[in-house]
Nanobody, 121 residues
Framework: QVQLVESGGGLVQAGGSLRLSCAASGSIFRINTMGWYRQAPGKQRELVATITRDGSTNYADSVKGRFTISRDNAKNTVYLQMNSLKPGDTGVYYC???????????????WGKGTLVTVSS
C-alpha cells in the first residue's frame, strides 16, 4: 500500500504565503516525478508544478515567480512554497507522485486526498 498525505493548507489573506507538504509512505522502491495539482470550485483539476527526481521543475504560467516546488528524496516528501497568494489560487491542492513499489513493478500514479487553500481578498 502506498499513501500520500498532504498538509499545510488553510485560510490566508491575499499577498500572504503558505507552505504545503506531501509525504509518501508505504511500500516504495523509488519515486519518480512528484507534483502538485489544484481544483477550484466548478473547474477542472489543473497542473500547478512538477519536479523530477533529479530536481528539474515545471510550473503553470499562472504561478511562475510566486510558487516554488522542492522535494526531499530521503523523506519521500514534496513541498510547495506559495508566496504572493491571490484569490484565484483558492482551491483543493492535490499531491501526485509516480511511484515504483518494487523491482517487478512498472510504476503507477498516486494521489493524495487534497488540502484546501483559501485566499481571501
Amino acid at each position: 500500500q502506498v499513501q500520500l498525505v498532504e498538509s499545510g493548507g488553510g485560510l490566508v489573506q491575499a499577498g500572504g504565503s503558505l507552505r504545503l507538504s506531501c509525504a509518501a509512505s508505504g511500500s516504495i522502491f523509488r519515486i519518480n516525478t512528484m507534483g502538485w495539482y489544484r481544483q477550484a470550485p466548478g473547474k477542472q483539476r489543473e497542473l500547478v508544478a512538477t519536479i523530477t527526481r533529479d530536481g528539474s521543475t515545471n510550473y503553470a504560467d499562472s504561478v511562475k515567480g510566486r510558487f516554488t516546488i522542492s522535494r526531499d528524496n530521503a523523506k519521500n516528501t514534496v513541498y510547495l512554497q506559495m508566496n504572493s497568494l491571490k484569490p484565484g489560487d483558492t482551491g483543493v491542492y492535490y499531491c501526485n507522485a509516480q511511484i515504483v513499489r518494487n523491482l517487478l513493478d512498472l510504476g503507477g500514479d498516486y494521489w493524495g486526498k487534497g488540502t484546501l487553500v483559501t485566499v481571501s481578498s
